[in-house]
């Protein structure tokens, strides 16, 4: 049985910085794969970080630069450190975790870019 749960969405100002937390029970956020994803207004699901057991973190090129996905596994925690913050950026985000036999998914943090 595993859950995902998403918090530290918000509304902040272009240029602005936010850190968003996926806390996971039942599975060990670094023994598998887990990633961001985010959703913007009518457009299709996205992959932002993509978090690997062992070849460590790929960005989108959207958010290369800008986000830093982290794992904490003392707090069962996944991070991903969002900073220059853009309009584009606005979106409902996704915490995913990919195991042998699991696919699971959060519920998603709105993150709204708005001056």
């Known amino acids: 049985q595993v859950n995902l749960v998403e918090s530290g969405g918000g509304l902040v100002q272009p240029g602005g910085s936010l850190r968003l937390s996926c806390a996971a029970s039942?599975?060990?956020?670094?023994?598998?794969?887990m990633a961001w994803y985010r959703q913007a207004p009518g457009k299709q699901r996205e992959l932002g970080a993509l978090?690997?057991?062992?070849?460590?973190?790929v960005y989108a090129n959207s958010v290369k630069g800008r986000f830093t996905g982290s794992r904490d596994d003392a707090k069962s925690t996944v991070y991903l450190e969002m900073s220059s913050l853009q309009h584009e950026d606005t979106a409902v985000y996704f915490c995913?975790?990919?195991?042998?036999?699991?696919?699971?998914w959060g519920q998603g943090t709105q993150v709204t870019v708005s001056s």
């Open positions: 995913k975790a990919k195991f042998v036999g699991l696919n699971s």
């Open positions: 978090l690997n057991p062992s070849a460590g973190t």
């Open positions: 039942g599975i060990l956020v670094s023994r598998g794969t």
